[in-house]
């Protein structure tokens, strides 16, 4: 996704480095030898590509900083980049929720703000997204949310990328962490009750946003952040997601979710969704937000290896109480 | 979806008569007979039959009356029921605009209380809810609105339906009717881009529940009514419907729609959605709604003909201005 970013970039006018991690060099290798992008399946052209031990000549005199490094990697990142990073914004497609300082699950602008020790100017780019298509300048509608949203969007809109902006940095992070963790949810029935369950999906789709508000809203975010590109627009397009149908499928025939996730770790198709169940569970359990019986059910038949069908089938009581 | 209503409600204990207009009798012939009911494909066991010329009878002493009549027929068939439809609380799944008597087009509780020639005391039925998954207890989310909803919510609820309740009928008739129009429009990128356009999908599906919300909020209906069941959760399996699909995958190619329309209403797949965007637009500019450029991008495609692909690539821009 950030390689997907930097093309974008380029495309705007602006001059572009590429930096990678020191895990990322099987995707700079090949386009380094004017061959494809390994995921993105594009040439790089003349894209200035800079190796992990570049870090500091990568970031030298940058006006804004594009954070594609996932959730698992950027605080050791950012670690490596404090001493020379510049004070601009950081504009980040980066999504999950990490263990603050204290222990407690938070936001990854609150995350990297304490690793660099000074507020992170974080800008976080929520929304429906997939970087095969923001690469091939696919309609997109992108959420940017952030005090410095502003300077970003004029940064990176234009053609086909729509860009919207907020200040709920709380919403719309938030949004991106739960997503994954409610469309892994919304493909059990797949497994659980076949395709004949279109009602119970989409009762699960309203009742994933019901939910991702009340978590929002707890966290001091905004309810509009949930219904626009952040919320129900990501929500729909993850919802739809191959693997996110497979890992349901298999675990709501009655497999026990921990066998299927090993399964599919093995075959490299786990979600993002299977980590990010836990997650939410811990932050809507530390923050004591009441009201999430999906997220609870979804819980429960992914982390518990509870029965998907039953689980699924005590739902409408649970909402009703 | 009427008789699957009326299934809903006798396995809630009520005293049940299910009547037929004109056109139901291929329907309710072979039930009678004993057989399954040709659309649902279930048996409707001892459910009182009441046929069209029995319409009187069928009604007298009701203390609820829940209609499922289509939107072509609710009036001719209120007009003739309104000698003797007692005046109770009117639970209806018909969904569609229609024009009143001044020939503008209106809600449908708006236009039956014209022909009643009194408040018709309608709760409007809505929510993501297929009649063959209603009938057989999936579980199903449904949003009634009107005065008179907890009434009717009462009793309807139960088991796998979940029913929710909103005094704001004007918001939820009119994400019924508008879902049909979008739900085909967002099917257009299937034959215009193809698959590699979740991207796009997603932002129409975020962009439609914008413009929703605009033409609910000019007709004095509330926001939260299309962020909910009647509108995020509806547009979500109507969107995921295969005659939308078909539909707009054939029209994307670049076939002109008409002839397509044409084509599936011999095959007797047209979707409710054909007819749903002629009405939507027209109302749209009778209330001078301003601000949906995805609804006239979808008309101009549907009904005037014009080019998908270059509709649907000009709508970044659109959005923007």
Known sequence: MGTAMALVARQRGHEVRLWGTWLDD??????????????LELPLGDLAIFRAPALEEALRGAELVICGVNSDGVLEVMRRARAFLPDVPILAVTKGLLPNTEGRMDRIDRCVSEVLGRDARWVHASGPAKAMEVARDVFTWMHFAGKEAAFCAAAMRGNALHVSETPDIAGAELC????NAYATGLGLWDGAVGAA?????????????????RIVRAAGGLAETVYGASGVGD???????????????????????SDVAREMAAEGLLTEGYAAIASAMRYVAEQKVEGVPLLRAIHAVIWEDRDAKTELLALPAAMRS
């Open 26 to 39: 099987p995707m700079l290798d090949p386009p380094a030898r004017g061959e494809l992008h390994p995921r």
């Open 176 to 179: 991106s962490a739960l997503k």
């Open 197 to 213: 369950a279109h009602n119970a999906r989409a009762a699960c789709f309203t009742q994933a946003i019901v939910e991702m508000e």
């Open 235 to 257: 929500l729909h397009v993850t919802a739809a997601a191959g693997r996110n149908r497979i890992f349901g499928e298999r675990v709501g025939k009655g497999r026990k979710a």
